[in-house]
């Protein structure tokens, strides 16, 4: 078996399943965005389609959840979905399980947060005070200060802790798995510094290297980051000298093709990046890369999208299609895929040629037997 | 990007898609415009009138891996070119540089890539032809050519297939690496006239040849192969030289060697040219293989010479005027290109053909027609005739060539005629009297050939259909004012076993019916769960180019073919319907499992036909006696024929193990299904299919649909649409009651109490 990622279509949201080499299935977000209520609303049921992606795999459970950060456009609808430990209300049947939750420091200090934000900071903290079942990544100094108030110490939890810089502990590509995951952001001195808590900008970035025969094959997964924040970790990386922590074949484009994850200027048409954004883009890339937006369509110049100040931004998306085209590559947005009168998941297979965005190894024939048909009565 | 300048050239730009003649290309066009074939962009439509073609042209978006096996681009130009009258469509590149790959048909030089994305013969594509089917195979070819997959190891090197209607027969010593290439003479035999028959020149040669052949051998580089088939000596020359080989120069100095007056002079020069050309190709790891090409010069050797500026023809006076004479000095060579058409290479065979046949006498006047004479139909009519069976009829419409011989009851002396006469002729003298042959294609018999073929089949007792070949049975079965029992026997791919599906004696079930039936009875007999294995050599599915001949051993076929020969007269002396199977294990010990037909209702659905049978309605209620008091359902199976749009439901799958059932209601589960599903139609060769959803109603309750029913029925249309097939429902109520419901097309009601 390859490993495969699956991107949903959620309109400006994520949700992307690993299902790694050995079997195992990895969450990087969960936001179930759809309105049931509206008959034409193109976003897909991710609950049912998730559920029964498990069901064809006879489990109930996730290995691995991670909560990027706690935006609803990456964790709303989760006291619903997932069984929780930290509360009975969240248990029950049909939920599914999370074996380990993953989520940014951010996550355990933010205090005032409400609805899915704050059922999965509480699953978080119930979690790390019992000291099982969580990954917490980064160590600011309000952790330790935290873990001290609940009556522990830095040093009983540090083997559940992952700051960036590091690898995350269990997953190899000399194991099974054949994949590993660099963590990139946050960093703990960056939350010191400000005080207090910038979701977007503290979530986490990570680069997943698959290997397959000797191919090694990256995806880089930037979250909601800002181009300043993108600045950083270029500044930082190449400060380590391991640019190839950069490199990357597959790219989760970062919040939902904003110009801001680009440069400080939207630009006419096309937005500037910055020096470290452009050779992020420009010099990272490598040939026929994906670059996957999860977002909306792209507004057309002069539409009353392309006026709305929230992404997608037509001028970045530009920006990218150009970079995509620079490699031989592609610049393709969830929500168009395979069209975007009928949106569909969409699946990135990885071999030993690299990655493949499937087209039509993955749906024909095979649509109708996998999704389950309405009812009967 | 600049389209391949052919695109411009062809015939006219078309404006409305209507305007397109053939109704295929309408298709393709609309579905592309509708944005119904995702990744498939509609580019344009051209038609000529002249030529009698429409063609579309389509951007298409490729799944491509990053590390690429051909430089196969992110989207691909290609055209889809449709003929007017019914018949093949071909698909060219339009792109100017498209890369060499395996599965290229020939085109002609200077014309766009031809890709070869379904190689079948069209009567038996035409069955599942769709525009969405062609969208799918283009599609999947690019993105197979991108993974470098388009070749299947089981398979031999695959050299471009060009379609030439004439044959070479070549000795494989007239190859042999490393010897000088020898001079051969090719004859054609007057009962067929396009086939050449190659062998060692002879001195005085009392038959005077039609050919003499050139061979040369190419040398060994990479891509070593000619995508397009030149129509010159000189574009051949051209093409030859990046190959070492200097084709005008050796054409020189063998003229000049020839030249002369005497008989053999003279037979050499009045001949035509046939120039052989090997290209050692290496496949993966596999070196050396030949890809051997021939080209047919239409000008003699002597005037070939004259036109090279190398003889003169003899017109001295003196000697043979047949005769030519050394130019001296050389003249220049004539500026009009001497022309060339290409011929497909047969290797001539060296092997013995074992017939093991025993047989008994019984004699058996009756009427039969045989369909078919390669190796079951020729070996087993052979056996039946040996026990004095059947006043025959022989159909078909090949000639006997070199590679049928290993399993065939004809022998070499046979080659190059048509096997129908050959085989008749053979049965004639076993029997001591006439047998009738009709060379001719059963599906499209010539104007000669058609009332002789109507004729024999209208006074048949038994049709005999040995050509395996669902087409061909599938249009015997359809033939009306024929009221001769069909019987139809065919090998597994694998030649382990052979199959035998004889219609009742009143047809009230047919060859249709009974396809279906054998396909169950592969999934249900668990002693058949390899019979249709592919894992060994022999017959591949890929929609690609395929091998010329399975791999199956004459004992095999022998054995089989005298089973079947058995098994057709046993079949006959039963009215009922029957499938029977013979399987032959590693150490010759031969299995047989047979089971009847069972009863087959067909009801019509607008345009769509939809059959099932009694032993089906018997497995859904099994199923659904099994989860009483609630509710289950699954997944069926069938065969669906696109030219007749008719689907036969074969089969039914049990509930999924994660569905979800109650009294009053029944979701069905995903879990392993999808597994389960592909397990099913591979294991019948991709002959079934999905086509639709049963499940049952609880006791009480009727068979008709209820609004959630309509609901599901709605969106297994939509989902089915995309595979150009109705949605398809079933339902199983009490006392064997049942409804069949097709989407947009009504339903019915399927039996009473049982």
Known sequence: MTAKLTFHPLGNADCTRFDLADGRKLLVDYADMRNPEDPWDRRIDLPTELKSDLRAAKRDYYDVVLFTHLDDDHCCGSGDFFWLDHAAKYQGEGRIRIRELWVPA???????????????????????????????????????????????????????????????????????????????????WRQDDNGIIDRNQDSVVFQATFLEGSRETHALFMSDINYDSIDQIVQTTRRHKREDRLRWDIFKIPHHCSYLSIGPEKGEDETKPTPDVKWLYEAQGQPRCTMMSTSKSIPVKGSAEDKDVQPPHR??????????????????????????????????????????????????????VISTPARAG | MTLHAWWTSFGAEVPEIGELTPVLSRELASLAVQGSLPGITLAGLRQSSESGHAAVALDVDVERPQDLAHPIKAVEPVAVIFPFTEGPFSVVSLRPDFPDTLHQNWSPPGGPCALCIDDRPWAEARLTVSAQDIAHRIQRWLARAARGELHDPAQPPDPLFFSSQIGLILPAAALVEGQEPIELAGMIRPDNENLIISRPAVPNDPHPPAFTVLAFQAEPQAMARLRHAPDTLTALAAELEPHGIRLIDQLKSRLKTWKGLGPDHVRRLSTRLAIVVAFPIAVGERPGVNDVRAFLTYDTAGDIGVALGVLYANNTGVGDKRGYMLAFPEGAASSDPSRIEPAQVHFALNRDLAAAVAGHAGPDRRRAVLIGAGSLGSQLSADLAREGAFEWTIIDEDHLLPHNLVRHALFATDIGAPKADALAHRLSGLLGEPVAAIACNVLKPNDQAAPKLAAALKDADIIIDASASVAVSRHLSDLPDVAARRVCAFFNPAGTAVVLLAESADRALTMRDLEAQYHRFILTEPSLARHLGTDGPGVRYTGSCRALTNRIPASNAAILSALAAKGIASALADDGAAITIWTLSTTGKVQRVQRKGAAVTRVSFGAWTVSYDADLLDRLATLRHAKLPNETGGVLLGIADMSRRSVHIAHALPAPEDSRASQTGFERGVADLAGQVSAAVAATLYQLRYVGEWHSHPDRASAMPSSTDIVQLLWLGQELENEGLPGLMAIAAQDGHFTFAVSGAGLTDAGGAS
């Open chain 1, 315 to 368: 001028e970045a998306a530009n920006y990218y299609k150009r970079v995509a085209n620079m490699k031989d590559g592609a610049f393709k947005v969830t929500m168009d895929l395979p069209s975007s009168s009928k949106p569909k998941p969409s699946t990135i297979e990885i071999t030993e040629r690299g990655a493949t965005l499937l087209s039509v190894s993955a749906t024909v024939g095979a649509a109708s």
């Open chain 1, 106 to 188: 951010a996550a355990i200090l933010e205090e005032g947060c409400a609805d899915s934000a704050r059922i999965i900071r509480q699953e978080a903290r119930y979690r790390l005070k019992k000291g099982y079942g969580i990954r917490v990544f980064s160590r600011p100094a309000k952790l330790k200060e935290w873990l001290e108030n609940n009556g522990l110490t830095l040093e009983s939890r540090a083997h559940l802790i992952t700051d960036a810089g590091q690898l995350v502990p269990g997953f190899s590509t000399a194991g099974p798995e054949r994949v590993q995951f660099f963590i990139h952001s946050p960093f703990g």
